[in-house]
């Protein structure tokens, strides 16, 4: 075994706990004092924050994006920023807005269209200057956008999802406030919370896990365990809007510095190919993956380190020490039920659909950091066990 070695990467400032969105003005103010106000389909939802930067003295430029951001959405929102001489960008929403936020941020900084650097459809050229500073305040609890490197952009003339991504595209600030999740429906909650969940146990099992990582995915874990049922059954208590909302944090913080694995790398060709949100996409193909993933590693790699990692999650969710790792997949698979999350097949996917989708996931990135390389045959059974 080599010595233990890693790097950690995150926003430069994360401002946590009910009532910071208050933080909001002096921390924009600090940055400029005309700033794209980033959101998603309701703009209402950030009238709060647009309110916190008047009273600082910054006005605020809407623009909001409706679903998942498009290639044409960051073109649109550079634009937008670049004529009304913005001098900061704050992203208020779920991880759409955060993402269009964030892309819109590097692409004033850097200039060019969003092709130019865009991985996969573009010409991936590397973002070599600072994205113009970009504060980002999270209204779901699940992607944990806030404190990544990348924002993923959709194609839809190519049918695929890809990244801006680079170490400068990191939040100036995160501002993580549970009070925002006051309002959050049911199906939103499920949906992001699952990926928060896929999100602290894909860097957990990860090739690249780490030290620091592997705290932060304990805690998210034991969080999300004990509140996002709760939640999903109405439950609003600040104790679980806190735990909810760490995990999301938890889970982006190690996926930015430990990487996923085939949920994620399976996501992306879902959500390229069809109208499934990513929280959606990523909670329908949980219970899968991880069966599928144990049964790989018993046949291949019966001495994997993986196995560990597996009953530990088991006996943090399960809250039993001694539980094994099907244990931890039955528990999964019993909260996405209890969640009632719709399989794949809601978002238009089927059988015909499977070789399409396992080949484009095969070059996924998020799939490298999978604990075992999953063959064809592999994939195919995630994607027809999750229709
Ligand atoms: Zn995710």
């Not at 090739?207 to 990582?213: G, M, S, Y």
């Not at 899968?288 to 380190?305: G, I, M, Y």
């Not at 209890?338 to 799939?367: E, Q, Y």
Request: overall charge neutral; charged content about 20%; hydrophobic content about 50%.
């Amino acid at each position: 075994m080599s010595g233990v070695r890693f790097e950690f990467a995150t926003a430069t400032r994360v401002v946590f706990g009910p009532g910071s969105l208050a933080e909001l003005g002096p921390i924009a103010a600090s940055f400029g004092s005309r700033a794209l106000l980033v959101t998603g389909r309701s703009a209402e939802r950030a009238e709060a924050a647009r309110e916190r930067l008047l009273a600082e003295g910054v006005a605020s430029i809407a623009f909001s994006v409706i679903g998942e951001p498009t290639v044409g959405d960051a073109r649109r929102g550079a634009d937008l920023a670049r004529s009304e001489g913005v001098d900061l960008v704050v992203a208020c929403g779920g991880g759409s807005a955060i993402d269009a936020g964030k892309a819109v941020a590097a692409l004033l900084g850097n200039g060019a269209d969003p092709l130019h650097y865009l991985e996969v459809v573009g010409r991936g050229q590397p973002i070599a200057l600072p994205s113009a500073p970009f504060v980002a305040i999270p209204t779901t609890a699940g992607t944990g956008s806030e404190v990544t490197r990348n924002a993923v952009l959709s194609s839809p003339e190519h049918r695929v999802k890809a990244s801006l991504r680079s170490p400068l595209m990191l939040p100036r600030a995160a501002i993580v406030d549970p009070d925002l999740l006051l309002g959050l429906p049911p199906h939103v909650v499920a949906a992001s919370g699952l990926d928060a969940l896929a999100q602290l146990v894909e860097p957990f099992v990860s090739v690249r896990a780490n030290p620091l990582v592997d705290a932060l995915c304990r805690e998210g874990l034991a969080r999300s365990a004990r509140s996002l049922r709760r939640a999903f059954e109405g439950d609003r208590s600040e104790a679980v809007r806190v735990d909810l909302a760490l995990a999301s944090l938890f889970g982006g913080l190690a996926l930015a510095n430990a990487g996923l694995g085939a949920v994620h790398g399976l996501a992306a060709p879902v959500g390229g190919l069809f109208d499934a949100p990513h929280g959606s996409a990523c909670a329908a193909l949980l219970p899968a993956v991880l069966r599928v993933n144990l049964a790989a590693l018993s046949r291949r790699r019966p001495e994997s380190p993986a196995f560990d990692r597996y009953r530990e999650i088991a006996a943090i969710v399960t809250g039993r020490p001694d539980a094994q790792a099907q244990d931890g997949v039955a528990w999964v698979e019993s909260l996405v039920r209890a969640l009632r999350v719709p399989g794949l097949s809601h978002w238009g996917a089927s059988t015909s659909d499977v070789p399409a989708l396992v080949a484009k996931a095969r070059a996924a990135s998020s799939m490298k950091g999978n604990p075992i390389e999953l063959d064809e045959a592999e994939l195919a059974e995630i994607v027809s066990a999750s229709l």
